[in-house]
């Protein structure tokens, strides 16, 4: 049995949840407290996923009509293309993802998913197209294989296995004395914010939907936790279409495309080399990040 440390509101959440009815981004909703500003429309039908292509066309979004945060934004992440958005804190970078689970709607311009506005398809079926790894993964007081398989769980044995490996988790739970039977959450181990997020990385793994986002924690990661993440995330991110929102310019050079986003914005597009060579906004970030990074060394 599941025990649970979360709000009761929660509860009837991870009810549905185990009819299969939502996926992982629900429980970041209630994380946030994000009171549900949407319903579907009486007309509304279920995504037809074919591709996973996604684009914002023009979007504007205020959370207050004073203080617009998303201005104008076109963007598009074509199937099987790894897009990440990067930018100053407060740009509005997570805004973009809860506009495309469509917790809000656009003020002016529209989101579609292999063409179909997400306004007008059911949200069970948007959600249940993407798989979020949340900056907070929601640990149940269970065991560490257990917490895997909630991404998926009529998965075989060997699938697991395998999201465990590709999610860099199997020296961890090898160097746990119970292994994967060790319990977590609250009551259990505590795991620090990259062992969580791999923990979100394996069952989004187990889940494998079309469309991936991935947003990263804002907390820094040791090198190594770091490491395991931006490989697990090559491997979530192999044939699927995944948007990637970036705390760490290191996790994502590899993106195929780089967006960076400034006051709401989109202000730069292109690769890391790109973006490098054109010695704007992204380099300025970039060089930030790696002089912080650089050891404090004596001036003797
Ligand atoms: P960070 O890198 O710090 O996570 P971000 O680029 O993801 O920042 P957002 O979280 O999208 O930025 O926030 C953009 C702006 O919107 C911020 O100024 C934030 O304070 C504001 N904001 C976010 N959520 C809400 C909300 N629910 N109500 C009102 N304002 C909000």
């Known amino acids: 049995m599941i025990q649970l440390f979360l709000p009761l509101g929660f509860l009837g959440f991870v009810f549905r949840e185990i009819k299969g009815s939502m996926a992982n981004i629900e429980k970041m909703f209630e994380l946030m407290a994000v009171e549900a500003q949407v319903i579907d429309r009486a007309d ?4 037809l996923l074919t591709r996973g292509a996604i684009e914002f066309h023009h979007v504007d979004f205020a959370y207050k009509p004073e203080r617009p945060i998303l201005r104008d934004v076109n963007l598009r992440v074509d199937p099987g293309e790894k897009v990440a958005v990067v930018g100053p804190s407060g740009s509005g970078k997570s805004t973009l993802v809860k506009l495309l689970f469509r917790f809000y709607d656009p003020d002016a311009g529209y989101i579609s998913i292999d063409g179909q506005d997400i306004a007008s398809v059911t949200q069970a079926s948007l959600r249940q197209a993407i798989g979020i790894v949340p900056q907070d993964t929601v640990l149940f007081n269970d065991t560490l294989l257990a917490n895997v398989r909630y991404g998926n769980p009529e998965a075989s ?19 746990l004395p119970q ?16 062992e969580k997020q791999r923990v979100s990385i394996a069952r989004t793994i187990l889940k494998r939907p079309p469309i991936m986002v991935f947003d990263e924690a804002t907390s820094s990661l040791d090198s190594h936790s770091e490491q395991a993440i931006v490989s697990a995330l090559r491997e979530i991110a192999e044939g699927h279409t995944s948007l990637v929102i970036a705390h760490r310019l290191s996790t994502i050079v590899d993106a195929d495309r780089i967006v960076v986003l400034d006051r709401g914005r989109i202000c730069e597009s292109g690769t890391h080399a790109e973006l490098l060579r054109a010695n704007g906004a992204y380099a300025a970030l970039w060089w930030a990040q790696q002089k912080q990074k650089q050891p404090l060394v004596s001036s003797s």
């Open 44 to 47: 509304a039908t279920d995504l």
């Open 179 to 194: 292994g994967d039977q060790t319990l977590v959450g609250e009551r259990g181990l505590k795991l620090s914010g990259g």
């Open 157 to 175: 044995e060997a699938q697991v296995a395998e999201a465990i490996r590709l999610a860099h988790l199997d020296d961890f739970i090898a160097s």
